[in-house]
């Protein structure tokens, strides 16, 4: 296991959502890593500081669902107005 793998995976293994085999691979890399067992302390120490460090990991995937939001209205408008204009448009 590399070190960037490890960071990915420590909030999850820090709440016990890891399978079982991953939870092994991150032990044994975490007894050959005093980089890693470090990161883990800081965590454990500081789960405030950690949980905003998460939270602002996140932020990017909230921007694309605010971008995608936004264009399900703009087609959801522009479908209105068309449908609008076929309903005026119409000659009984």
Excluded: W
Aim: proline share 3%; glycine share 2%.
């Amino acid at each position: 296991m590399e070190c960037e793998e490890f960071k990915e995976l420590a909030s999850s293994y820090v709440n016990h959502q890891l399978p079982q085999e991953k939870i092994q691979e991150i032990e044994e890399h975490l007894c050959i890593c005093e980089s890693c067992r470090s990161y883990l302390g800081e965590i454990l120490d500081s789960p405030k500081e950690f949980a905003t460090e998460v939270l602002e990991e996140k932020k990017p995937s909230e921007e694309k669902n605010k971008i995608f939001i936004y264009a399900i209205l703009v087609i959801a408008f522009l479908l209105s107005i068309f449908l609008l204009y076929l309903l005026l448009s119409y000659k009984y």
